[in-house]
C-alpha cells in the first residue's frame, strides 16, 4: 500500500517479520539502521565500493546501500545482529575473526563477515580454500585498519568449520 511519498513493506528480518512505512526514496541501509535499530549494518561510502553495508537478501550478499527500502518489500533479510546462533554463540566467522584479530576499529567488520559467510556456504568445497581466492573474492571490500592479511587467515580457518557443517548437512 503506498500513499503521496511513502510506502508500507512487509519483510523478515533476522527472522522476524517486520512492517513499516518508509519513504519511497529510503534506502535499504538507513531502513536498517534508522527504523530498526539494527545499527550494527555500517554505511560508509554510500555508493556501492567499501561494502560496510552488506546484508544478505535471500541469503545473498548485497548492498544495502544500493537498494531502496520498497524494493526489500516481500525478501528475507539477515543482518549481522542475526548471525549468531539464538544461545548466542558466535558463527564460525566470527569466532574466526576474534581468535586472529581480524578487526581493528571494527567498522567494517559486519560487512566482512556477512560477505564471508555467504561466500563460505555456496562455494565449491572439492578444493581447500586459499588465501588467493579469499583475496580474490573479498577484494570488493574496503578496510582501512588491518591491512587484509589477519581478515584472510580467519576466513581460511573459518572454511574448515564450514565446509565440516555443510557436509554434515548432506553437502549443499
Ligand atoms: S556503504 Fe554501501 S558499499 Fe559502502
Ligand atoms: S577494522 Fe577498521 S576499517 Fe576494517
Redesign the pocket.
Known sequence: MSNANTTVVNMVVNGQKVTGSVPDRKLL?DFLREDLVLTGT?????????????VLIDNRPA????MFAVQADGRTITTIEGISSPDGSLHPVQRAFHENHALQCGFCTP?FVINSIAYLEQRDTSEPLSEDEVREHLSGS?CRCTGYTNIVRAVVQAAAEVDGQRAEGGGE
Request: aromatic share 0%.
Open positions: 541501509c555500517h554505511v560508509g561510502c554510500e555508493q556501492g565500493v567499501c561494502g560496510a553495508c552488506t548492498r544495502s546501500c544500493l560487512g574496503v
